[in-house]
């Protein structure tokens, strides 16, 4: 126990001295919930659109001012025609164009109907669904103050949004960002200090010295599981401190699922560890081989729902997938543990899983 | 210059001497870019609803009949128990409840004005919003036909509807992979370039083969040059895999604009990107600190490069941290000349932004590279 | 031996913050000389030969090696000496006949020349049949010796050899100093630091360095005289005795 003791001591050592890998464990959270709170968001605000107005009538000029006062967008008047329009948007920095026809409010008083063409750069179909939809809406209440029907057969919606009343992001993305980051960190600090272990050839010292070996990698997992869960209480308490995230559950339970997926974490880690021969085999895989998937795999950017069924049966091997289930659950909605044992039991299946793998491989090698 | 040919032998062999590392380059970026566009997709559909309908009226029914026909909507729930839907909500089984008060078509027709309730599950924002947008506009839509209904009965009333027309450009069918898989591609691209060639160089410090290196007369630049020209024929070799074979070939993506354009402009970016990895190599002594210092900024150059989600949202600052982001500039020409078909012209500033971070990243690694410390 | 200067130093000195690792080294190597530069661990031996082969300026003091200056003429140096470090720094994924053409290629020896001279040294090394092997599948033995041949391989004026001989068995030390001598016998100047002090008798001169200060510098035998010992090995813990630094 004692020895056990002296190689924690001497991996923290290992940690601590160097500050490049300080920045990664403890600058990227911070980095991206500062990023995600702050920065990210699929709002649009500002966006900069073209007005082309052949008509100059009364109608189109208060239509016009409609689009002033509307915060998502920022007016241009020019009269361009289609082959312009299209040049215009190769700029890449005008996103949408609306083009009155002549004479827009003669056609709508004298012939009932009337069309504004909205011309959008579809390159980004979120954006583009998105100004559209901004622009039919400032067309509906057009409609309704222009013709004066406001009143009759009114339905009004009254929403109400649960969880997230004001609809940020960050509700979204403190749970996502949690999950890639103890995930990503983990694996990839374990299995990279084990491997380089074996490169420097110091791992083959340390086998033969009188020390069990699972106690070596042990050793090796225990200085990230505590920075991992330091790592988490930074996290948490910039996200309430600093963006006013609510915990609505169990902090405990909290802390504990996260020990579990940080346990995870660790053994995939070091399954790589076993699989690989260099650091920068192991880097490839636990960098490039995990960072996008992970990103987009765990759900909190794009919602998994969306994609095609193999790809949502795929995801289901992305230990962070369940981990962002359990604390959208856990945090924000504020549910005990009856609601989560099921991702729970996955996660401590995968890390079950995970470890005898690794293990077994270990022990091989050692054969 | 003949020194340039001994140190390019050498690195090429030592590339294709290890063949794992080799498999992985070009299978990581193959296998992403066929999958992970299918999975990025902000497009919401499937909203899944449940109803409770106290009013059980024509109007309340066409009303639902509407919403199950419009096709983003999945009907969970009928008319079940209330408490039932909202714990729904809670399980996650639905994203939203309607409730449709006692009395809906009578004061509506009566009153000229009724109340419908929505409850919406608001973790994701977004989907909320844009799920809360989708049910408001065929509510709105259903609102519009009976009135027009009414209308229609009441045949003094004049009308007039102003509609509009939406004309998507460069991508009608609104299809979000055309999007992704030029910027995913440069993402593959950006990261193999700079990680392997940080790596690379600080392995040859770790082993020590550096040492050697610099107690012969080899010129910095020279050595440095060496290094580049390997991983820049990597990445255009990955590049052009994901290109012509897995965006051509599995999303049928084919550039609009003119390739030329996009490999000059793919062969400044790779310059100024390995001259990243090489300045973070400069910086470390190991692998594991060029790997962390790399995957910190890969990770704030990808969520800042406007990716995932789009630039003009951002407040101020940010939109100032993704100007001074190289990752940004290639995604967006990408999107442009494979999209779009922008040509030099349009593009001519990327090209000098560029330029100038080539320069900028390649001139501070190569003085920060000390052959003598 | 001509007389002619391949090494002077004059209070050469290097401080990493506080600490001096080399303080105030005043010597000359002649050339053609077999120079052995003997200390304990960590007593600078190192550092001292780094600031020599441009690896390292100095914090104070001078120096000149090939006639160039540490301080300005570093790359010049460069072009002058061949290096071979403690630890073994060819390319282990890499053949010996490529390790060879490459560090050749960059040292500037004609196209033409390499091959030929390669061939040659090989089956001197006895390395020839094992030319297309990799380097990281030879015993440490010939791995050193292939990493002197690639020091001389460009017939530098002068070549640093900084513990060549460390964990060798005595057999291959011996062929290892046969390779010394050959090239010194062509002229080349050899500067090495060992602790080993039976090779210690192998060199024309030795200095003994100790906590960063040379405290001796003559004749193996002329050292042996004036501390009144029978081997170097005496010497050397006569003069080691007061050392501060411990070795690491």
Same mark, same amino acid.
């Given at each position: ?47 900069? /659109? ?267 091997? /992305? ?49 | ?60 029914? $066409? ?97 007039? &509807? ?66 580049? /020209? ?144 | ?5 391949? /090494? ?97 290629? &960059? ?61 060798? $068995? ?79």
């Amino acid at each position: 126990m004692k020895q056990l003791f002296i190689f924690i001591k001497k991996e923290f050592k290992h940690v601590f001295r160097d500050q490049k890998t300080l920045l990664l464990l403890f600058g990227l959270p911070i980095a991206q919930i500062l990023l995600f709170g702050f920065a990210l968001t699929n709002e649009i605000k500002d966006s900069r /659109i073209v007005v082309a107005d052949y008509a100059g009538d009364g109608a189109s000029q208060q239509l016009i001012e409609r689009f002033r006062q509307n915060d998502s967008f920022v007016l241009e008047q020019s009269l361009l025609g289609a082959d312009d329009i299209d040049e215009v948007f190769k700029q890449g920095i005008v996103k949408l164009a609306v083009v009155f026809p002549e004479q827009f409010e003669k056609s709508l008083i004298h012939e009932g109907k009337a069309q504004v063409q909205l011309i959008a750069d579809a390159t980004d179909p979120n954006t583009a669904t998105t100004l559209t939809n901004y622009a039919q809406a400032i067309m509906r209440d057009f409609q309704v103050s222009y013709l004066g029907t406001a009143s009759n057969l009114q339905i009004e919606v009254v929403t109400r949004n649960f969880y997230n009343p004001e609809l940020r992001g960050t509700t979204n993305f403190v749970p996502g960002v949690m999950a890639l980051v103890l995930l990503l960190v983990c694996v990839l600090m374990t299995s990279v200090s084990i491997v380089r272990e074996k490169e420097l050839g110091t791992m083959e010292i340390l086998l033969v010295s009188p020390f069990n070996p699972l106690m070596v990698i042990l050793a090796k997992a225990v200085p990230y599981l505590i920075l991992s869960i330091i790592n988490l209480t930074v996290i948490l308490l910039l996200s309430v401190f600093l963006l006013d995230m609510p915990i609505n559950g169990s902090i405990p339970l909290l802390f504990a699922v996260s020990t579990l997926l940080i346990m995870t974490a660790l053994s995939l880690g070091l399954l790589i560890s076993n699989s690989t021969n260099s650091q920068q085999e192991a880097m490839l895989i636990s960098l490039m081989g995990m960072l996008l998937p992970t990103m987009m795999f765990t759900g909190f950017i794009f919602p998994i729902e969306n994609m095609p069924v193999p790809l949502q049966v795929l995801s289901n091997i /992305i230990p962070s997938k369940w981990y962002y289930i359990i604390v959208k659950d856990v945090m924000i909605k504020g549910l005990g543990f009856a609601a989560i044992w099921k991702e729970t039991l996955i996660l401590f299946g995968m890390t079950l899983f995970l470890l005898v793998v690794s293990i077994r491989k270990f022990k091989t090698r050692l054969a | 210059m003949n020194t340039l040919l001994f140190l390019l032998q050498k690195e090429y062999r030592q590339i294709f001497r290890n063949p794992t590392l080799l498999r992985m380059i070009l299978a990581i970026p193959v296998i992403q870019l066929t999958i992970l566009p299918l999975a990025a997709d902000f497009e919401i559909k499937n909203i899944n609803v449940a109803i409770v309908d106290y009013d059980r009226s024509t109007y309340s029914r $066409d009303l639902v009949h509407k919403i199950e026909s419009s096709g983003y909507f999945v009907l969970v729930d009928y008319n079940g128990d209330p408490k039932a839907s909202f714990g729904y909500l809670e399980s996650d089984e639905a994203d939203v409840i309607i409730e449709i008060p006692e009395g809906f078509e009578r004061n509506l027709v009566r009153e000229n004005h009724e109340e419908l309730f929505l409850s919406i599950n608001a973790i994701n924002g977004t989907k909320a919003n844009v799920g809360g947008g989708y049910l408001s506009q065929v509510i709105q839509d259903f609102n519009q036909e009976i009135r027009a209904d009414w209308v229609f009965r009441k045949p003094n009333k004049r009308s007039a &509807i102003a509609e509009m027309v939406t004309i998507n450009r460069f991508n009608p069918l609104l299809n979000y992979q055309f999007f992704m898989v030029p910027g995913i591609l440069a993402i593959l691209v950006t990261m193999i370039g700079a990680y392997m060639c940080a790596l690379n160089i600080v392995k040859e410090k770790e082993v020590g083969t550096i040492e050697q290196i610099n107690v012969t007369p080899v010129k910095k630049h020279l050595f440095i040059l060496g290094k580049l /020209i390997p991983f820049w024929t990597i990445g255009v070799f990955v590049f052009s895999i994901g290109l012509f074979l897995v965006a051509r070939l599995v999303y049928g993506i084919i550039p609009v604009g003119n390739v030329l354009l996009l490999y000059a402009y793919l062969s400044l970016y790779l310059i100024a990107v390995l001259g990243v990895g090489l300045l973070v190599s400069t910086y470390s002594q190991t692998q594991q600190q060029a790997m962390s210092l790399a995957f910190f900024f890969m990770m704030i150059f990808i969520l800042m490069s406007g990716l995932f989600t789009p630039i003009e949202g951002m407040p101020a600052w940010a939109k100032f941290i993704t100007q001074l982001n190289p990752v940004t500039y290639f995604i967006e020409v990408m999107r442009m000349v494979v999209m779009k078909g922008s040509s030099f012209e349009h593009i001519s500033r990327h090209f000098a932004i560029m330029l100038g971070f080539a320069i900028f990243f390649n001139s501070w690694a190569v003085w920060n590279y000390r052959k003598t410390s | 031996m001509t007389g002619e200067v391949a /090494i002077s130093t004059d209070k050469l000195t290097k401080r990493f913050g506080d600490f001096v690792a080399a303080n105030e080294i005043t010597f000359d190597v002649k050339k053609g000389e077999i120079f052995g530069f003997l200390g304990a661990n960590g007593a600078g031996k190192t550092t001292a030969m780094r600031m020599l082969c441009g690896l390292s300026i100095p914090s104070s003091g001078q120096a000149t090696v090939a006639g160039f200056d540490v301080y300005r003429q570093t790359e010049e140096i460069k072009k002058n000496i061949g290096y071979m470090s403690q630890k073994f720094s060819l390319y282990e994924d890499l053949t010996v006949w490529e390790n060879i053409r490459f560090f050749a290629g &960059i040292y500037g020896v004609p196209r033409s020349e390499i091959a030929p001279r390669a061939k040659e040294k090989l089956r001197q090394l006895g390395l020839y049949h094992q030319r297309n092997q990799l380097v990281a599948s030879l015993p440490l033995g010939w791995k050193q010796k292939l990493s002197f041949s690639v020091a001389v391989f460009h017939q530098p004026e002068i070549v640093f050899l900084d513990e060549p001989t460390g964990g060798v $068995d005595p057999v291959t030390r011996r062929q290892f100093w046969d390779l010394i001598y050959e090239a010194s016998d062509q002229g080349i100047t050899i500067f090495v630091t060992t602790h080993y002090m039976d090779e210690a008798e192998y060199c024309h001169r030795i200095s003994m360095m100790v906590d960063g200060y040379i405290k001796a510098l003559d004749t193996p035998t002329a050292l042996k005289q004036n501390y009144g010992a029978e081997s170097m090995d005496e010497v050397f813990f006569e003069l080691a005795r007061g050392a501060q630094r411990k070795g690491d």
